[in-house]
């Protein structure tokens, strides 16, 4: 038996502390002890000089305290647990908020650590993009993207610290390919008969290297001004144009959609009678793009815009939860036309593109997916091109594209 030990724990039991030795004894400062005597969870003696002393078993007293606050209890709390039985159904409401905060921290560290570039954003950008879509285009210029970069970034890749290297694999699968949305040939002039007059000027908005933009071309006697910012994509166009003769007819310009759509405009030129857009006015939005695109056509002008709709009121879980997350905003046909009547269009026609629209996009994009697949393994874009194949595979006709034809006053 170890007796100096025994003497050791003897004389500190006897020993008495002044406050600010207690205080420096647990680590606390005066002030704390003597709010502890406040609430009660402490008491001292008072001698007759005035001064308040302490024993060891207030020590102790103040160490498992201590502990106790560590778990997350109240000063309250744990004057209940010193002094009486533990209440277990405290504790477990307090394990309940503990959790509930350690929930909300976590998502705070992984927000900042996808600000900083240390894992991925896709959610929150889907997050932001869901309840403001506006600002968040405006922030992401903030953060120093360009408008055409800040919208790739929305419906692309989702994450501004990954969007350069998924740009560049996104850029090699769409190089061999000449759709680079549903559409066709057929339905492109099918639209072309809805018009309800020959236009002599067409406006595109979102050409991409140019298909619908050449069958326009080629079935109507109009000027075209085909617009994009992918400058690959007009470059494809400007050759298909000059080899087909037409390059007279068709004028190929780089100018931002968002700054089409601003309450100023970018469009310099004449009143427009007919603005084209095949695929593309989901990316600001069909509702924003009904209203501002309006104010560039001449009375009586005509919009004519396709869009991926459901089919079915009830799609599948797996289906609505992958466009859930890429077109948040995907509805049915009916939808989009009473939203055309609110922006004040008169509706001329509509109808659904067909399977031939779809094949004419995912199959050649199922192939050159195949071809990358072994050279870009793990890349993103892959998966991401893979997972929208299965959805198409998957669709059963659930989802497809329709052709909106609408005349403004």
């Known amino acids: 038996m170890d007796?100096?030990?025994i003497e050791n724990r003897r004389e500190r039991r006897l020993r008495m502390y002044r406050i600010s030795e207690l205080a420096e004894s647990v680590g606390v400062s005066r002030a704390t002890l003597l709010y502890y005597?406040?609430?009660?969870?402490?008491?001292?003696?008072?001698?007759?000089?005035?001064?308040?002393?302490y024993s060891d078993a207030d020590r102790q007293r103040l160490q498992f305290l201590k502990l106790l606050q560590a778990g997350g209890l109240s000063l309250q709390e744990c004057h209940a647990c010193l002094d009486s039985k533990l209440d277990r159904n405290m504790l477990a409401e307090r394990l309940r908020k503990l959790e509930r905060e350690i929930a909300e921290k976590t998502r705070s560290r992984d927000l900042l650590s996808a600000l900083l570039g240390q894992s991925s954003l896709r959610d929150w950008h889907e997050d932001v993009e869901r309840v403001a879509p506006?600002?968040?285009?405006?922030?992401?210029?903030?953060?120093?993207?360009t408008r055409e970069e800040a919208a790739r970034i929305v419906w692309l890749s989702k994450d501004m610290n990954a969007h350069d290297d998924y740009m560049a694999g996104f850029k090699e699968v769409f190089s061999r390919l000449d759709w680079w949305g549903p559409g066709s040939n057929a339905a492109t002039r099918r639209a072309i008969t809805l018009l309800p007059f020959s236009p002599d000027l067409i406006l595109e908005i979102g050409c991409g290297p140019g298909m619908a933009t050449m069958t326009?071309?080629?079935?109507?006697?109009a000027r075209i001004t085909a617009t994009d910012t992918d400058e690959d994509a007009l470059n494809r166009l400007r050759h298909r144009a000059c080899a087909q003769g037409l390059d007279d007819r068709i004028e190929v310009r780089n100018i931002d959609m968002e700054l089409l759509s601003a309450k100023e405009g970018a469009w310099p030129g004449e009143p427009i009678d007919v603005i084209w857009a095949e695929g593309s006015a989901y990316i600001i939005g069909v509702k924003r793009a009904l209203e501002a695109w309006s104010a560039l056509l001449r009375p009586g002008g005509v919009l004519v815009f396709s869009?991926?709709?459901?089919?079915?009121?009830?799609?599948?879980?797996?289906?609505?939860?992958?466009?859930?997350s890429q077109y948040?905003?995907?509805?049915?046909?009916?939808?989009?036309?009473?939203?055309?009547k609110r922006a004040g269009y008169r509706l001329l026609g509509h109808f659904d593109m067909g399977a031939e629209a779809m094949d004419t996009y995912f199959r050649p994009l199922e192939a050159r997916v195949g071809v990358l697949e072994a050279s870009m393994a793990g890349h993103r874009v892959i998966d991401d091109f893979q997972e929208e194949l299965r959805a198409w595979r998957n669709c059963e006709g659930q989802f497809n594209f329709e052709m909106f034809v609408l005349q403004r006053p």
Do not use: C
């Not at 969870?41 to 308040?52: A, F």
């Not at 948040?328 to 036309?337: D, L, V």
């Open 216 to 221: 326009l071309a080629e079935t109507t006697s």
């Open 307 to 324: 869009d991926m709709v459901w089919r079915t009121d009830t799609p599948d879980d797996a289906l609505r939860s992958f466009w859930a």
């Open 328 to 340: 948040p905003s995907m509805a049915t046909p009916e939808k989009r036309i009473a939203q055309a």
């Open 37 to 53: 005597e406040k609430l009660g969870l402490l008491t001292g003696k008072r001698q007759v000089n005035g001064y308040r002393v």
């Open 134 to 145: 506006d600002q968040h285009r405006v922030w992401l210029m903030t953060q120093g993207f």
């Open 3 to 5: 007796l100096s030990n």
